[in-house]
């Protein structure tokens, strides 16, 4: 019997054997390269697949790839890239090695692109049915150093404009996004950097000017891989309240699996570079021209990055460490940042993916004082009116030299991300994300030096501020299949956001030494003060999603919203959202012409939140008095305060025609009800506060419009274009009765029927005259009217990328703006000084005219037209046309390859640039983009003394190895 079982298990063991070895006999190997069908370059990181095995292997850092095991067959095999169609062919494996190279051709535009379009859903933009921009930031600063968002996204985006509120190095940035939203809000986008919602705000320092530190200025363009922008509530629907004027979706880079074995890339990139004014022919109009001139000075700038990627099958990451030195146009000016990213995924199952991302950054940021400021270097050149002896008009240049203003911020963002797919089909994602910030901005006028406002007695001023927010996010995905044809999904999630900011400042005067610099030693207190702000906001949304043969697509959804904010009896809110695409290309017989041709349209609602206390019924606070302290009523809110709801509808059309053109083409047109308006009860309730109402309105459209043109493409040069315009208009409907609301200067205001933000002013017709035609005053008209707004109606841009002899590439954006207005502060007050040129003439020429004469009147309707009583006098037309970028690249790799460098070498470019190169406008001032009250009220589009974006040029070596 035993001897029958050990006969058994033998053949058992040895048929085993012959089967395994049989197994193995019938497999094969599949490798080959993947190229650039134009150029031939290799592709490193492209991704090829074995649709049917489900698996598949990358290209290595030479463009090979290699995939083991496959049983003999016919398999289809998918090839893909970031930037380039992809590829999907069918290849027999027989056993042993097989060989297939797979060339890929460009994407030129963006069809295959993969872009998010809801909190939970991302998709190719041939099936998107709400428009999406995406920004490749990989393409643009592996060859240029950007010092913010403004630079990456300005002039690139249809509908979506992006300025410094100044040129001061680390000011803030604000966003002009379609046709501005409702009433509420500060007219931002939400801003989420890998799922993390981050804190998007401008800090003032000590009452001094207008402008602070901008906290997006601690992001590290050079560690950003794509930026997603959603420009309004049809396609920003899932992200609830605050979402009306768009989202932007910055992802930073991730690692990436050079070959099946794994791999490391390391790559290194300096920048050197200066800053400059570049507007001097502007200065002309003031008497002190070359006092102005002076006072501005060459900015330098050092930037160095080293980053590391790579990773095998089972884990991936990246890593960059970042130092960024750069300085200003003026004195005391400059930005100190160090930052430091590490990205991981990791896959420890094939049903588990869990991703990681982290950053810090350490930033030091040096402000002059700027923006109607006595204190400041432009306040004393320009409206000194001692002319062009180099002299200060208020404070000496010893004493403003002295100052320091210096914020200090240390920022962590970080998040972890899980997804899990139990079953097939069925995804579950789950996200926490933080961001966490401390700040400290010291101000220090020494004592000793006389300075308008503290004297000689010097003052310390300090503020304190910590913000921490978190972000989390869970969602659960389903697809499936309906009938033939028609797949679906299904997705249900919740997200929450939690916000804490702490803030205290202290101001003391009188400071016996330069040497005692602590606080505690001043002799005269000014003001202090500390708040704290917790706010909470959550959201559970659904959407629903249809795809039919890629023909027709349909998606539906909303969020119901609930935030600390909203009244007690108001507790939440639900935005609906509906979008719908129709593939004709796919559907119709379409001339050879034309390669793709979608149309699509989309509803969709969000809203901007109630400030946080309005839903409170009454606040108090204490306050001193000659019989003690007692209560006060600080606050009348409104429990029925609800947010403001933002409707959209947007039209779309997208058509890819004769292998060189793609045409995007969007209208939208919007509706904000609900908007919060604060009106003041009767003096009979015994309250005279201001109290929050929902009954404003606004209503705007607009249009946008892309072209891009490939014009030619060979294996040695290539011609593409972009080409945007975009035209938005916005009035105010409703004030529920309330008198108009102007800014804190009387000159721009929220009225009925009027266009949003708009001066308005008494138009000045000429000069008036006697009996005797002498001249006695201004003709302006008794009642006030519009004179354009602050946000152009007009903008575009154009883009030309133009590649020689396959490793010369030269790059140059040019945008505009027309129908834009700007109210010249500055000019007003160099006129009430005497240092505007024009005035000073006129007034002399005209002392010397006769009455009634021809040129006398004239001079006179001249003068009128100054007269700075009247603010309409100085709100300019202020048109504009910017060379913007120009960068030229030349890539070594060939020239290396094959030598002794090529062993250790992978890449080599070089690059040389410029930035605000040239400038026309029809602005009289120094430039038409700034703003002194920095980027988030009422006041817009005012310049008073601010300073204007540098010129500048720089220089850039890359090694790869």
């Given at each position: 019997?035993?001897k029958?079982?050990l006969?058994l298990?033998?053949f058992?063991?040895?048929?085993?054997?012959?089967?395994?070895?049989?197994?193995?006999?019938?497999?094969?190997?599949?490798?080959g390269?993947?190229t650039d069908?134009?150029?031939?370059?290799?592709?490193i990181?492209?991704?090829?697949?074995?649709q049917?095995l489900?698996?598949?292997?990358?290209t290595?850092?030479?463009g090979?790839?290699?995939?083991?095991?496959?049983?003999?067959?016919?398999?289809?095999?998918?090839?893909?890239?970031?930037?380039?169609?992809?590829?999907t062919?069918?290849?027999?494996?027989?056993?042993?090695?097989?060989?297939?190279?797979?060339?890929l051709?460009?994407?030129?535009?963006?069809?295959?692109?993969?872009v998010?379009?809801g909190?939970?859903?991302?998709?190719?933009?041939?099936i998107?049915?709400?428009?999406v921009?995406?920004?490749?930031?990989?393409?643009?600063?592996?060859n240029?150093?950007?010092?913010?968002?403004s630079?990456l996204?300005?002039?690139?985006?249809?509908?979506?404009?992006?300025?410094?509120?100044?040129?001061?190095?680390?000011?803030?940035?604000?966003?002009?996004?379609?046709?501005?939203?409702?009433?509420?809000?500060?007219g931002?986008?939400?801003?989420?950097?890998?799922?993390?919602?981050?804190?998007?705000s401008?800090?003032?320092?000590?009452?001094?000017g207008?402008?602070g530190?901008?906290?997006?200025?601690?992001?590290?363009?050079?560690e950003?891989?794509?930026i997603?922008?959603?420009?309004?509530p049809?396609a920003?629907?899932?992200?609830?309240?605050s979402g009306?004027?768009?989202?932007v979706l910055i992802?930073?880079?991730r690692g990436?699996?050079?070959?099946?074995?794994?791999?490391?890339?390391?790559?290194?990139r300096?920048?050197?570079?200066?800053?400059?004014?570049?507007?001097?022919?502007?200065?002309?109009?003031?008497?002190?021209?070359?006092?102005?001139?002076?006072?501005?000075?060459?900015?330098l700038?050092e930037?160095?990055?080293?980053?590391?990627?790579?990773?095998?099958?089972?884990i991936?990451?990246?890593?960059?460490?970042?130092?960024r030195?750069?300085?200003?146009i003026?004195?005391?000016?400059?930005?100190?940042?160090?930052?430091?990213?590490?990205?991981?995924?990791a896959?420890?199952?094939e049903?588990?993916?869990?991703?990681?991302?982290?950053g810090?950054?350490?930033?030091?940021?040096?402000?002059?004082?700027n923006?109607?400021?006595?204190?400041?270097?432009l306040?004393?050149?320009?409206l000194?009116p001692?002319g062009?002896?180099?002299?200060?008009?208020?404070?000496a240049r010893?004493?403003?030299?002295?100052i320091?203003?210096i914020?200090r911020?240390?920022?962590?963002?970080?998040?972890?991300n899980l997804q899990?797919?139990?079953?097939?089909?069925l995804?579950?994602n789950?996200?926490?994300?933080f961001?966490?910030s401390?700040?400290?901005?010291?101000e220090?006028i020494?004592?000793g030096?006389?300075v308008?406002?503290?004297?000689t007695?010097?003052q310390r001023?300090?503020?304190?501020?910590?913000?921490?927010?978190?972000?989390?996010?869970i969602n659960?995905r389903?697809?499936?299949?309906?009938?033939?044809?028609?797949t679906?999904?299904?997705?249900?999630g919740a997200?929450?956001?939690?916000r804490?900011l702490?803030?205290?400042?202290?101001?003391?005067?009188?400071f016996?030494?330069?040497?005692?610099?602590?606080?505690?030693?001043?002799?005269?207190?000014?003001?202090?003060?500390?708040?704290?702000?917790?706010?909470?906001?959550?959201?559970i949304f659904?959407?629903?999603?249809?795809?039919?043969?890629?023909?027709y697509?349909?998606?539906?959804?909303?969020?119901?919203?609930?935030?600390?904010?909203?009244?007690?009896?108001?507790?939440?809110?639900f935005?609906?959202?509906a979008?719908?695409?129709?593939?004709?290309?796919?559907?119709?017989?379409?001339?050879?012409?034309?390669?793709?041709?979608?149309?699509?349209a989309a509803?969709?609602?969000t809203?901007?939140?109630?400030?946080?206390?309005?839903g409170?019924?009454?606040?108090?606070?204490g306050?001193?008095?000659?019989?003690?302290?007692?209560?006060?009523?600080?606050?009348?809110?409104?429990p029925?305060i609800?947010?403001?709801r933002?409707?959209?509808l947007?039209?779309?059309?997208?058509?890819?025609?004769?292998?060189?053109?793609?045409?995007?083409?969007t209208y939208?047109?919007?509706?904000?009800?609900?908007?919060?308006?604060?009106f003041?009860?009767?003096s009979?309730?015994?309250?005279?506060?201001?109290?929050?109402?929902n009954?404003?309105?606004?209503?705007g459209h607009?249009?946008?419009?892309?072209?891009?043109?490939?014009?030619f493409e060979?294996?040695?040069f290539?011609?593409?274009?972009?080409?945007?315009?975009?035209?938005?208009?916005?009035?105010?409907?409703d004030?529920?009765g309330?008198?108009p609301?102007?800014?804190?200067?009387?000159v721009?205001?929220?009225a009925?029927?009027?266009?949003?933000?708009?001066?308005?002013?008494?138009?000045?017709?000429?000069?008036?005259?006697?009996?005797d035609?002498?001249?006695i005053?201004?003709?302006?008209d008794?009642?006030r009217s519009a004179?354009g707004?602050?946000?152009?109606k007009?903008?575009?841009?154009f883009?030309?990328?133009?590649?020689a002899?396959r490793n010369?590439?030269v790059?140059?954006?040019?945008?505009?703006?027309?129908?834009?207005?700007?109210?010249n502060?500055?000019r007003e007050f160099?006129?009430q000084?005497g240092n505007?040129?024009e005035?000073?003439?006129?007034n002399?020429?005209f002392?010397d005219?006769?009455?009634?004469t021809d040129?006398y009147i004239?001079?006179?309707n001249?003068?009128?037209r100054l007269?700075?009583?009247f603010?309409?006098n100085?709100v300019?037309?202020?048109?504009?046309?910017k060379l913007?970028?120009?960068?030229v690249?030349?890539?070594?790799?060939e020239?290396?390859?094959?030598?002794e460098?090529?062993n250790?070498?992978?890449?080599l470019?070089v690059?040389?640039?410029?930035?605000?190169?040239l400038?026309s406008t029809?602005?009289?001032?120094?430039?038409?983009?700034?703003n002194?009250?920095?980027?988030?009220?009422?006041?817009?589009?005012?310049?008073?003394?601010?300073m204007?974006?540098?010129?500048q040029?720089?220089?850039?070596v890359?090694?790869?190895?």
């Amino acid at each position: 019997m035993l001897k029958k079982i050990l006969s058994l298990s033998a053949f058992v063991v040895a048929y085993c054997l012959l089967a395994a070895g049989s197994v193995h006999a019938q497999t094969g190997t599949l490798s080959g390269t993947v190229t650039d069908a134009t150029t031939g370059e290799e592709l490193i990181g492209a991704t090829v697949l074995v649709q049917e095995l489900g698996r598949g292997a990358p290209t290595n850092l030479s463009g090979e790839y290699r995939v083991e095991n496959i049983p003999v067959g016919t398999y289809t095999l998918r090839f893909s890239f970031v930037g380039y169609r992809s590829l999907t062919t069918e290849v027999t494996i027989s056993e042993g090695p097989n060989t297939f190279n797979a060339e890929l051709r460009s994407d030129a535009t963006g069809r295959e692109e993969v872009v998010v379009t809801g909190i939970a859903s991302r998709t190719s933009r041939e099936i998107s049915e709400v428009a999406v921009s995406r920004i490749d930031a990989t393409q643009f600063t592996e060859n240029v150093s950007f010092q913010d968002l403004s630079q990456l996204i300005g002039g690139r985006v249809a509908g979506v404009g992006v300025q410094p509120s100044g040129g001061t190095v680390g000011s803030g940035v604000r966003f002009n996004v379609r046709a501005g939203g409702g009433l509420g809000g500060q007219g931002q986008p939400l801003i989420f950097v890998d799922g993390i919602r981050i804190d998007n705000s401008e800090i003032a320092g000590p009452g001094r000017g207008g402008q602070g530190v901008g906290t997006l200025t601690d992001l590290n363009m050079d560690e950003v891989a794509s930026i997603d922008i959603l420009k309004g509530p049809a396609a920003a629907a899932l992200y609830g309240t605050s979402g009306s004027n768009g989202v932007v979706l910055i992802t930073t880079q991730r690692g990436q699996a050079l070959g099946d074995a794994g791999g490391l890339s390391v790559n290194v990139r300096t920048t050197r570079g200066i800053s400059e004014f570049g507007r001097e022919s502007q200065t002309s109009q003031f008497l002190s021209e070359q006092s102005i001139n002076d006072v501005f000075e060459t900015g330098l700038l050092e930037h160095y990055n080293v980053s590391a990627q790579g990773g095998s099958e089972f884990i991936r990451f990246f890593t960059s460490y970042d130092q960024r030195l750069e300085e200003g146009i003026l004195p005391r000016n400059y930005m100190d940042r160090q930052s430091f990213r590490a990205n991981f995924d990791a896959f420890p199952r094939e049903d588990l993916t869990i991703g990681v991302s982290a950053g810090f950054t350490m930033n030091e940021i040096a402000l002059p004082d700027n923006d109607n400021n006595v204190i400041g270097y432009l306040g004393n050149v320009i409206l000194a009116p001692g002319g062009d002896d180099g002299t200060f008009g208020f404070t000496a240049r010893e004493a403003i030299d002295a100052i320091e203003d210096i914020t200090r911020q240390n920022r962590f963002l970080g998040s972890v991300n899980l997804q899990y797919r139990p079953i097939e089909n069925l995804e579950l994602n789950a996200q926490v994300g933080f961001d966490g910030s401390s700040l400290r901005r010291d101000e220090t006028i020494p004592p000793g030096f006389f300075v308008t406002g503290p004297g000689t007695a010097g003052q310390r001023y300090i503020l304190n501020r910590t913000n921490e927010q978190f972000t989390y996010d869970i969602n659960a995905r389903y697809s499936y299949d309906i009938v033939d044809g028609l797949t679906a999904s299904s997705v249900l999630g919740a997200q929450l956001f939690e916000r804490t900011l702490r803030q205290s400042f202290n101001q003391k005067r009188g400071f016996a030494s330069a040497l005692i610099s602590n606080i505690g030693a001043g002799d005269d207190f000014i003001d202090a003060n500390e708040g704290f702000l917790n706010n909470r906001e959550a959201g559970i949304f659904f959407e629903q999603n249809f795809n039919y043969r890629n023909q027709y697509i349909l998606s539906v959804g909303g969020r119901q919203d609930f935030a600390a904010s909203i009244g007690e009896e108001a507790p939440n809110i639900f935005y609906p959202k509906a979008s719908v695409a129709v593939r004709l290309d796919n559907i119709l017989d379409l001339p050879p012409s034309i390669d793709f041709l979608k149309l699509r349209a989309a509803y969709g609602e969000t809203g901007q939140l109630p400030d946080f206390n309005d839903g409170a019924e009454r606040l108090w606070a204490g306050q001193n008095s000659a019989y003690g302290t007692g209560g006060v009523i600080s606050f009348v809110g409104n429990p029925e305060i609800k947010p403001e709801r933002i409707r959209e509808l947007e039209l779309g059309v997208e058509a890819d025609f004769l292998g060189r053109f793609g045409l995007d083409l969007t209208y939208y047109q919007l509706w904000a009800k609900d908007s919060i308006i604060d009106f003041r009860r009767a003096s009979s309730t015994g309250v005279t506060n201001l109290v929050p109402f929902n009954v404003g309105g606004v209503e705007g459209h607009g249009l946008e419009t892309t072209l891009s043109i490939n014009a030619f493409e060979s294996r040695d040069f290539g011609l593409d274009f972009d080409v945007a315009y975009s035209y938005s208009y916005s009035e105010v409907t409703d004030l529920g009765g309330a008198q108009p609301i102007f800014d804190g200067f009387s000159v721009q205001v929220l009225a009925e029927g009027i266009e949003r933000s708009a001066f308005f002013v008494q138009r000045v017709n000429g000069a008036l005259f006697n009996d005797d035609g002498v001249f006695i005053g201004v003709d302006a008209d008794p009642e006030r009217s519009a004179v354009g707004t602050p946000f152009p109606k007009h903008t575009g841009s154009f883009a030309m990328n133009f590649r020689a002899f396959r490793n010369l590439n030269v790059y140059a954006l040019v945008d505009w703006a027309a129908d834009l207005y700007i109210y010249n502060n500055t000019r007003e007050f160099a006129i009430q000084f005497g240092n505007d040129r024009e005035f000073a003439e006129l007034n002399e020429r005209f002392a010397d005219l006769t009455p009634g004469t021809d040129e006398y009147i004239d001079v006179a309707n001249r003068l009128a037209r100054l007269n700075t009583a009247f603010p309409y006098n100085q709100v300019e037309r202020a048109d504009w046309l910017k060379l913007r970028e120009v960068s030229v690249s030349y890539n070594f790799n060939e020239l290396i390859r094959g030598t002794e460098f090529g062993n250790y070498i992978n890449s080599l470019s070089v690059s040389a640039g410029g930035r605000n190169l040239l400038t026309s406008t029809l602005y009289s001032g120094l430039d038409p983009e700034v703003n002194f009250d920095g980027a988030r009220s009422l006041i817009r589009g005012q310049d008073f003394l601010t300073m204007p974006p540098a010129r500048q040029f720089f220089f850039t070596v890359s090694l790869g190895f």
